[in-house]
Nanobody, 125 residues
Framework: QVQLVESGGGLVQAGRSLSLSCSAS????????MAWFRQAPGKEREFVAGISWSGGSTSYADSVRGRFTISRDTAKNTVYLQMNSLKPEDTAVYYC??????????????????WGKGTLVTVSS
C-alpha cells in the first residue's frame, strides 16, 4: 500500500521559516516526479512546487518562487519543502503529491496519482 506522510507543519510567525517533509512508503518514487500542493480554507487546492525524478529540475508557483525550495533525497524516499519568509497568505494545509508520469511543472490536482493526508501550516501576522 502506497503511503505519503507529511510532517513539519505548525504555527509560525510571519517572516519566519518552516520545513516540511514527506516520507513515501509502499513503493519507491525514485523514478517519479514529486510535488507539493496546498489548500487554504474556502479555496481550491493549488500547485506549490514540483521536482523532477532526478532532483535536477524544479518548478514553483509564482506566489512562492524565491521563498520556497523543494528538494528530495531519493535514497530516503523523502521530499522536502523549505519555506522561508512566510506570509499569512501561506496559511493552508500542505499536501505531498506523486504525479502521474514525469511531469512536475504547474501541475493540476487531476495530474496527481497519490496524495498524502496533509499537514497544516498556520502563519500568524
Amino acid at each position: 500500500q502506497v503511503q505519503l506522510v507529511e510532517s513539519g507543519g505548525g504555527l509560525v510567525q510571519a517572516g519566519r521559516s518552516l520545513s516540511l517533509s514527506c516520507s513515501a512508503s509502499g513503493r519507491t518514487f525514485s523514478n517519479n516526479a514529486m510535488a507539493w500542493f496546498r489548500q487554504a480554507p474556502g479555496k481550491e487546492r493549488e500547485f506549490v512546487a514540483g521536482i523532477s525524478w532526478s532532483g535536477g529540475s524544479t518548478s514553483y508557483a509564482d506566489s512562492v518562487r524565491g521563498r520556497f525550495t523543494i528538494s528530495r533525497d531519493t535514497a530516503k524516499n523523502t521530499v522536502y519543502l523549505q519555506m522561508n519568509s512566510l506570509k499569512p497568505e501561506d496559511t493552508a494545509v500542505y499536501y505531498c503529491a506523486a504525479p502521474l508520469g514525469t511531469s512536475f511543472s504547474q501541475l493540476s490536482p487531476q495530474n496527481v496519482q497519490y496524495w498524502g493526508k496533509g499537514t497544516l501550516v498556520t502563519v500568524s501576522s
